[in-house]
């Protein structure tokens, strides 16, 4: 079946740090990736997203290329700022409807 | 324009009692999915429901735990009989519709944590 593996977290980095979130997958067919964010409190908000390979979602700084050859969907900012602090959810969606298959999530603190 | 709308956001009951979740969709949406995160674990697909009719509750477990969406009114996800390991969270979701260029692109609500005791 499908899935999605994402690196442990929690990550924590100084503000102005570079970013980079691992993401990998397995599923059947082509599926549509995506990385939502949950800040604290909140629900999760779609941050970005890219639906066939080589695409580039981007989104408030950050990015993440579809990388059809490694499985991958890692996302990275240059430059993260403490109100980037949140955990970040790897997914992905084959087939119809809007079922998605989410990643354990990773959670990032950013620190002055 | 107010988003998904889950209460109670907190939830407290005891072994064998009944938990009843609520989601209001943002307006507008008509499709409904209720996730549950496990402590340590990633969201679960449980059930994806448009009014009136279950879509896909494939993710739902066999037992006791039920969910509809009425003509009026939110969406409901009941548990009976509660045990320990309902303790999570659950999320519901809304979308306004399953087209190809917005698949997969959800709006969450906060959140439901339910505490078994």
């Known amino acids: 079946g499908d899935s999605v593996t994402q690196m442990e977290g929690p990550v924590t980095l100084s503000e102005e740090a570079f970013l980079t979130i691992n993401c990998t997958y397995t599923a059947t067919g082509y599926p549509s990736l995506f990385w939502y964010v949950q800040y604290p409190g909140e629900g999760l908000q779609l941050l970005l997203k890219?639906?066939?390979?080589?695409d580039k979602g981007s989104n408030k700084g950050f990015e993440a290329t579809y990388r059809k050859e490694t499985t991958s969907f890692h996302l990275e900012k240059g430059s993260v700022q403490v109100s980037d602090s949140a955990v970040y959810f790897c997914a992905l969606h084959t087939g119809g409807g809007n079922k998605l298959t989410f990643g354990t999530g990773t959670q990032l603190k950013v620190e002055l | 324009n107010a988003g998904v709308m889950q209460n109670p956001r907190h939830l407290v009951r005891r072994r064998g009692q009944e938990a009843r979740l609520r989601c209001s969709p943002m307006k507008g949406h008509s499709h409904v999915y209720w996730y549950r995160q496990l402590p340590e674990e990633g969201l679960k697909f449980m059930v994806y429901?448009?009014?009136?009719?279950?879509?896909?509750e494939s993710g739902m477990p066999k037992e006791r735990f039920s969910a509809e969406f009425p003509k009026e009114g939110p969406s409901i996800l009941r548990i009976q009989q509660v045990v320990r390991g309902d303790s999570a969270a659950y999320f519901c979701?809304?979308?306004?519709?399953?087209?190809?260029?917005?698949?997969?692109?959800?709006?969450f609500g906060e959140g439901s944590r339910l505490t078994v005791l």
């Open positions: 979701a809304s979308s306004s519709s399953t087209a190809a260029r917005t698949a997969g692109e959800l709006f």
């Open positions: 890219a639906t066939k390979a080589d």
């Open positions: 429901l448009q009014k009136e009719n279950i879509i896909d």
